[in-house]
């Protein structure tokens, strides 16, 4: 299951901002895997006031968008290219929602977590194709 973490300054969000991001996001995750995983895609936004934010020990500074998506490790496995496929797609995810301005500092971190410690209701299990 991907579970995807938008951490960004809390002055981007808005009334419609944080659902235009986790429909972009959610469409990304489709985009590489298929419909199949819309239902499983989790999204979490961390917004962080400017003042909770530190750059080099100094406070104040805006911190640029940042997403996180971990799931299993086999699941990138599924589809070839699918690391790069979903830096570029939930980074073009973000710039749709939140302008051009925010692409350079952008990041994507995609976090793969070993298949025997992955668990879904306190039982260990192995990555399958659900497709």
Not at 7 to 19: F, G, K, M, P, R
Not at 98 to 119: I, P, Y
């Amino acid at each position: 299951m991907p579970h995807c973490t938008v951490t960004l300054a809390e002055e981007l969000l808005d009334d419609t901002t944080d659902q235009r991001l986790a429909t972009a996001l959610t469409d990304a995750v489709v985009a590489v895997y298929g419909d199949w995983a819309r239902p499983l895609v989790v999204i979490a936004f961390h917004a962080l006031p400017t003042a909770r934010f530190a750059v080099g020990g100094q406070l104040g500074t805006v911190p640029p968008p940042a997403v996180e998506l971990r799931s299993r490790a086999g699941i990138f496995t599924l589809v070839p290219d699918a690391a790069p496929r979903l830096a570029a797609g939930l980074t073009d995810a973000v710039v749709g929602v939140l302008g051009e301005d925010v692409r350079a500092d952008t990041a994507v971190t995609l976090v793969g977590v070993a298949d025997d410690r992955s668990a879904v209701g306190g039982v260990l299990f192995s990555v399958q194709d659900p497709r």
